[in-house]
C-alpha cells in the first residue's frame, strides 16, 4: 500500500455507518455474560503510573465558544477494504496481497473512564478526519476502585461495543487486555482466557481484529513476591495459554505479546519467541524519557528477526507529563518508519490532563455535545495531538 495515498485532502464525505448485531446475540446465552448496557461508568480508575482517571466528564459551562472550524473528512477509503486480512512475514505486517504494510493510529484512554467518549462520531473522526488506520482499545484489568476484573460482564459488552463500532468504520482495532497495576499477567489468566476465548469466537471472522493479550507486564510476580515478572519463566507461559485459547476460534488474526519491563525489553524475548504464526511482541516508548540504550534493544530484536510493534508510544515523558518532545519523538518516528513497524499513539480521550492527551477534554473550548461529535477543531486538540495528526496525515511541516 502507498502510504500517502490515504492523505490527500478531498471535499467533505458522508458515511451512513454499518449497524453490528450486539455481541451478546451472537454466542450461546450460556457463554455470556448478563445482558447489560454498554453504559457509561462513574467510577475512577487510573490511566498511568501516576495520574487517576476523572471516569465523570463534568459538564463545564462552555461561555460562548470561540473556536475555527470543526474537521471535516480528508481519507476517503478504508484501510481494511483495501488491505483486507493481514498476516506477518519475517518481521512485517503485509496485507491479502503480500505488500507490507505499516499500520499507524491512535490509543484510547481507559476505556472504563471514557465516559461515552468512543461512539461512531469519534471512531469516523479518528479514521478519517485524523487518517487512523487502527484504534487500539486499553481495557484496564485493574484499577484504583474499577476495571474489568472488577466489573466483567459490564466491560465485556463494553469492548464489544467499541470494537463493533472500529468495524463499521473499516479501521484495523487492537482490544488490549491493559493490564498495569495488576503488573504480572499470570494473576488474572483465566478472566483472560475466558475474555479472549468469547471474543475470538465472536470477532475472529472479522479481518479488523488484532488482539494484544498483555499490555505491560512489570514488577514482582504476584505468587512470589521475591520474582521479578520475567519473560522465560513469566510472561511467556501465560502467553502461550492465552494465544491457544484465541487460536481454537481464529487462526488468523494477529496476536501481541507483551515484554517485560513494561513493553520495552524486546531483546530477551528475541532470544527466546514463541512458536506460531502471526504473532508479534509490543515495544512502548516516551519520548521524553526513553533515548539511545532503548532504540538499542530494538534494534538488537529486529536483528534477530523479531517482529515488533509499538502499540503505545507518547510525545511526553513515561508519566504522561512534560513535551511534546518533538525533536525527540521525529527521530523515534523515523526509526520505525524505516523498519515498518506499525503504531499507535497513547492517548486520545477521557477526562486527565495529562500532556500526552491528544485532547483538551476539560477544557472550555467545546459544550459537552460537541466534545462527544467529533470532528474536532484545532483549539480543542493538544499540541500533542495537533503534532501526531500531522504525521498521521503526512501534513507534519506543512505550515512552515
Not at 514463541?274 to 539511545?292: D, K, P, R, V
Amino acid at each position: 500500500m502507498k502510504k500517502h495515498k490515504r492523505f490527500a485532502i478531498i471535499s467533505t464525505l458522508m458515511v451512513v455507518s454499518m449497524l453490528f448485531t450486539a455481541c451478546s446475540k451472537q454466542l450461546p446465552d450460556e457463554t455470556l455474560p448478563p445482558a447489560t448496557s454498554a453504559a457509561v461508568t462513574s467510577e475512577s480508575t487510573e490511566a498511568s503510573e501516576s495520574l487517576t482517571i476523572e471516569t465523570e466528564i463534568s459538564e463545564t459551562a462552555a461561555e460562548e465558544p470561540s473556536h475555527g472550524p470543526f474537521s471535516t473528512a480528508v481519507v476517503t477509503e478504508k484501510v481494511v477494504e483495501n488491505n483486507g486480512q493481514l498476516s506477518v512475514v519475517g518481521k512485517d505486517i503485509v496485507n491479502q496481497n503480500g505488500e507490507p504494510i505499516q499500520l499507524r493510529g491512535m490509543s484510547t484512554y481507559g476505556l472504563n473512564g471514557m465516559a461515552g467518549f468512543v461512539n461512531a462520531d469519534t471512531v469516523q473522526t479518528l479514521a478519517e478526519d485524523w487518517g487512523c488506520d487502527v484504534i487500539r482499545l486499553a481495557m484496564y484489568t485493574e484499577g484504583n476502585s474499577d476495571g474489568y476484573t472488577q466489573n466483567p460482564d459490564k466491560y465485556f459488552n463494553q469492548a464489544c461495543e467499541y470494537m463493533d463500532l472500529c468495524i463499521a468504520q473499516g479501521v484495523y482495532v487492537i482490544i488490549d487486555w491493559h493490564i498495569l497495576f495488576d503488573g504480572d499477567p499470570n494473576e488474572h489468566k483465566d478472566m483472560a482466557i475466558d475474555f479472549f476465548s468469547r471474543i475470538s469466537a465472536i470477532y475472529g471472522e472479522y479481518p479488523n481484529v488484532i488482539y494484544e493479550i498483555c499490555n505491560e507486564p512489570n514488577g514482582m510476580r504476584y505468587d512470589d513476591p521475591d520474582s521479578p515478572v520475567d519473560w522465560d519463566n513469566t510472561i511467556r507461559p501465560y502467553a502461550v495459554d492465552v494465544i491457544d485459547a484465541i487460536r481454537a476460534n481464529d487462526p488468523d488474526n494477529i496476536i501481541l505479546i507483551g515484554t517485560s519491563n513494561y513493553s520495552r525489553d524486546v531483546d530477551i524475548a528475541a532470544a527466546n519467541p514463541i512458536e506460531g504464526e502471526n504473532l508479534m511482541y509490543t515495544f512502548h516508548f516516551y519520548a521524553g524519557s526513553h533515548g539511545q540504550e532503548m532504540k538499542d534493544q530494538l534494534q538488537t530484536a529486529l536483528d534477530m528477526g523479531l517482529p515488533v510493534f509499538v502499540s503505545e508510544w507518547g510525545t511526553s515523558q513515561a508519566s504522561g507529563s512534560g513535551g511534546v518532545y518533538e525533536e525527540e519523538s521525529l527521530a523515534w518516528l523515523q526509526m520505525l518508519e524505516e523498519n515498518n513497524i506499525s503504531w499507535c499513539n497513547w492517548s486520545i480521550g477521557g477526562s486527565v490532563t495529562e500532556s500526552s492527551n491528544a485532547l483538551k477534554f476539560v477544557s472550555n473550548v467545546l459544550t459537552m455535545e460537541e466534545k462527544l461529535a467529533g470532528h474536532w477543531p484545532d483549539e480543542f486538540i493538544s499540541n500533542s495531538g495537533l503534532f501526531v495528526r500531522s504525521i498521521l496525515l503526512g501534513t507534519y511541516g506543512d505550515e512552515g
